[in-house]
């Protein structure tokens, strides 16, 4: 199974893939990694020498125009799946179109609790006593697609939102990878 990775940020979720991916029983391969901006995650594709690009959204006139552009640079490689980790930007309905349901997010937060940008910030807010991770198909909604795999992490009384999303991520990393794989031997089915 060949995967793309779209990144906004750190990469950290993207540094677990790659990590299991070195792995030659590791049944996929990701051979691209984008960001919207210049994230420094992509220095970890770097690192294994995987090829990276840039669509910076600001670069361009509306979302329609960027997803076209991120559809180009996609189709160079021809993905089998796309794994949005830690990409902080709406797909549009186009793209989302063309490549669904073969698109996967990983979200901070026990879907269909607190979707969007700030799910952990959100969670904290609420003062709920545990939230979690999930792994979604993307549709064209916010965080709202079918749900692929996703735990419960509980929230301690003296966490921050940081203290609270680092906890988050070791999981939501754990449970993208086992989705990966299970995607690549068939075993799960994308459904849109
Ligand atoms: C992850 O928790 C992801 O689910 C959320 O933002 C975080 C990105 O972390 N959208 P990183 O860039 O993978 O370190």
């Known amino acids: 199974l060949t995967v793309a990775v779209l990144i906004s940020g750190t990469g950290s979720n993207l540094r677990a893939l790659l990590d299991a991916a070195r792995h030659p029983d590791f049944p996929a391969r990701i051979v691209v990694v984008g960001a919207d901006r210049d994230a420094e995650g992509l220095a970890h594709a770097e690192e294994f020498g995987i090829p990276t690009f840039t669509a910076p959204f600001r670069d361009f006139a509306d979302r329609e125009a960027w997803g076209e552009e991120l559809g180009r640079q996609l189709e160079v490689h021809n993905p ?6 830690g990409l902080m930007r709406l797909l549009p309905a186009s793209l989302v179109a063309r490549y669904s349901p073969r698109i996967v997010n990983t979200h901070p937060a026990y879907l269909p609790e607190f979707p969007g940008a700030h799910g952990v910030r959100d969670a904290l807010a609420a003062g709920v006593p545990q939230t979690g991770a999930s792994v979604i198909v993307v549709d064209d909604g916010i965080d709202s697609g079918p749900i692929l795999a996703q735990e419960r992490i509980p ?22 990878i086992d989705v990966v794989r299970r995607i690549a031997t068939g075993e799960l089915a994308l459904t849109h």
């Open 80 to 85: 089998d799946l796309i794994v949005l980790s």
């Open 155 to 176: 929230v301690l009384q003296d966490d921050t939102e940081h203290t609270l999303h680092e906890r988050i991520k070791p999981v939501e990393r754990r449970l993208l």
